[in-house]
């Protein structure tokens, strides 16, 4: 399978602990993102990677939560003191640059956190 | 099928016949446009795209149609079949929003046997 790949598919934790999910990208593309999905609605999009770089957040993005693609491949979304507000899934993205501007973007299955 | 105005949640369709689906999104400076489709607990799946400097385009059973000037977009779906049943968005690029994408809340297709 050489789509975009989430790991857990599914978690569920107790308020106040941390989680981390982790999203491996389609290969060789080198834009990531991260959306979060309520039910009922379309994603909202929370920050994107150009390789390794970090470049956009959205303000749905608190402080405690936390993206990183160290190697330009991967990509780790970690939430800190997690509150019942946080349970959504959790969807990652990838898409090649070939020229610039907006292409397709190809999302994972998605990560399903609930919250108790 | 057609679902109509601003946005309809829902669209029920018989199968065999053609399924529209419309959108209307907020940006005349939106300059990329992307519909997907999402089966239950799976993530969205591409399906088609249009860039603003096209009125129509065509895929396998599907077609876009982007009109600009009032800021609507339709996907067209020939010979609904049931495995078309998903939730179906609409999206989005703002050129000042770097490559995000906005979606809409989407619209349920249910397809009738």
């Known amino acids: 399978d050489t789509g975009v790949s989430q790991d857990p598919r599914h978690k569920i934790t107790k308020r106040g602990q941390n989680v981390t999910f982790r999203c491996d990208p389609i290969?060789?593309?080198?834009?990531l993102y991260w959306y979060r999905q309520t039910l009922g609605q379309g994603p909202e999009f929370l920050t994107y990677f150009q390789n390794e770089a970090q470049l956009e957040k959205s303000r749905l993005l608190s402080d405690r939560f936390s993206a990183e693609r160290p190697k330009g491949s991967f990509s780790t979304l970690e939430i800190q003191r997690t509150e019942q507000g946080d349970s959504a899934m959790y969807l990652c993205?990838?898409?090649?640059?070939?020229?610039?501007?907006?292409?397709?973007?190809?999302f994972g299955a998605g990560t399903r956190l609930s919250v108790l | 099928g057609e679902s109509v105005g601003l946005h309809l949640p829902t669209l029920s369709v018989q199968e065999g016949d053609n399924s529209i689906i419309n959108c209307a999104y907020s940006n005349s400076a939106s300059d990329y446009f992307i519909w997907y489709k999402q089966e239950s607990g799976k993530g969205p799946q591409f399906i088609i795209d249009?860039?603003?400097?096209?009125d129509k385009r065509q895929g396998q059973r599907v077609t876009v149609l982007l009109n600009k000037t009032v800021k609507h977009l339709s996907l067209q779906i020939a010979a609904t079949q049931p495995g078309d049943s998903a939730v179906y968005f609409c999206a989005e690029n703002i050129p000042s929003n770097d490559y995000k994408l906005s979606f809409g809340a989407g619209t349920t297709v249910t397809v009738r046997a």
């Open positions: 290969s060789e593309h080198n834009r």
């Open positions: 249009i860039r603003s400097n096209m």
């Open positions: 993205a990838s898409s090649l640059d070939l020229a610039g501007g907006p292409d397709i973007q190809y």
